[in-house]
């Protein structure tokens, strides 16, 4: 079963300083990565899909496929990245009707920069 | 381009009830999912339409039902409702230009349900 882990519910972190949002993923094929991203009071949305290999409001994330991770960096924080962070993989799901594949989303880290 | 939009946005049923959620996804998008947000599971994927038909399926009981309309417009329902079917569900579309593999997923604001 494919499976995504981000161990840290909660990040806090001053503003200018690094942040690093650890996701680990499970899945025995090629997997296609996200992080979605909810501010406070706004709908869910995409901030960037490894297949794209694009930076989105200065954050990145690179797939490592040895460590099965994607974790999502940015050098110098802003305040107004407080928000909920989400990783997510697309591949086929146990249930699958043989269409199109869901979603699997991580639990969620919650990071908070402080001024 | 209006986004998708889901109704209504807040419910309170009891339990045994069922409901049915509504959800609009954006002009020219073909595919919609659904997704149960609570906070000790998260988000769990529940189903995906495309042209109507059910592609793809969560890990849920068959008291969580969906279809889909000729204009993409899509309906969730749960049947006998239970105290832990109080969640947030959101629906999300996406034009599924790039077939099977999934596109960016564009949600709604979600239906908040609570089951007293």
């Known amino acids: 079963a494919q499976r995504v882990t981000q161990p840290e519910k909660l990040l806090s972190v001053f503003k200018g300083a690094p942040v690093e949002l650890k996701c680990n993923y499970s899945?025995?094929?090629?997997?296609?990565l996200f992080w979605y991203v909810q501010y406070s009071r706004q709908r869910l949305q995409l901030l960037l899909r490894h297949i794209s290999r694009e930076s989105i409001k200065g954050f990145t994330a690179d797939l490592n496929k040895g460590e099965t991770s994607f974790h999502l960096k940015k050098p110098f924080a802003q305040e107004e990245d407080s928000a909920m962070y989400y990783c997510a993989l697309s591949g086929r799901l146990v249930y699958s009707g043989g269409g199109a594949d869901g979603l699997t989303f991580g639990k969620g880290t919650h990071l908070i920069i402080q001024p | 381009k209006a986004g998708v939009t889901q109704t209504p946005r807040y419910l309170i049923k009891t339990r045994g009830q069922q409901v049915t959620l509504s959800c609009s996804p954006i002009?020219?998008?073909?595919?919609v999912s659904w997704y149960q947000q609570t906070p000790g599971q998260g988000l769990q994927f529940l189903f995906e339409?495309?042209?109507?038909?059910?592609?793809n399926k969560g890990n849920f009981p068959g008291r969580f039902s969906g279809r889909q309309f000729s204009n993409s417009r899509s309906e969730m329902n749960v049947s006998t409702l239970e105290l832990g079917d109080s969640a947030l569900y959101l629906c999300a579309s996406s034009p599924n230009r790039e077939g099977r593999r999934q596109e960016t997923q564009y949600f709604g604001p979600g239906t908040r349900l609570l089951v007293l």
């Open positions: 899945y025995s094929g090629s997997p296609e």
């Open positions: 339409y495309f042209s109507e038909t059910q592609r």
């Open positions: 002009s020219g998008h073909r595919s």
